[in-house]
């Protein structure tokens, strides 16, 4: 599956990354942070054990379900517009997890609900 990656838009941050203090976390599907990953414009304000530049999409012509876990019988949460963007961050089997951008909402859906990438 290709994808884009702007890296002018989100880049790795400089400096040494950290936390301050105590940080309420996010109900599931708001923003873009599991355990094992979050969207790189999240680090410096949530922990993760990895951050990831998105590959920029689009959503193709039917929309997008999001998910909050890569099963079919999983409730759909939210549903991104046709055209709309959608920043990839993972990949697993026919699911992707991403979101519109870096405030979220964030969600699993099916690698078909996508437009097919530009070369």
């Known amino acids: 599956m290709s994808a884009t ?3 002018r838009e989100y880049a790795v941050p400089t400096g040494v990354l950290g936390l ?3 940080v309420e976390k996010p109900a599931p599907g708001t923003l873009p942070l599991r355990g094992d990953l979050a969207h790189i414009a999240l680090a410096g304000t949530h922990l993760a054990a990895h951050y990831v530049i998105p590959h ?22 939210a549903t991104l517009p046709a055209g709309s963007r959608f920043e990839l961050l993972d990949v697993a089997g026919e ?8 405030q979220g909402p964030s969600g699993w859906c099916r690698a078909s609900d996508l437009a097919p990438a530009e070369a």
Request: hydrophobic residues 35%; positive net charge; proline residues 11%.
């Open 5 to 7: 990656r702007d890296n």
């Open 20 to 22: 301050a203090g105590p």
């Open 56 to 77: 920029e999409r689009r959503v193709g012509a039917g929309g997008a379900g999001l998910r909050l876990t890569p099963r079919a019988d999983a409730e759909v949460f």
């Open 95 to 102: 699911w992707v997890w991403g979101c519109p951008g870096p």
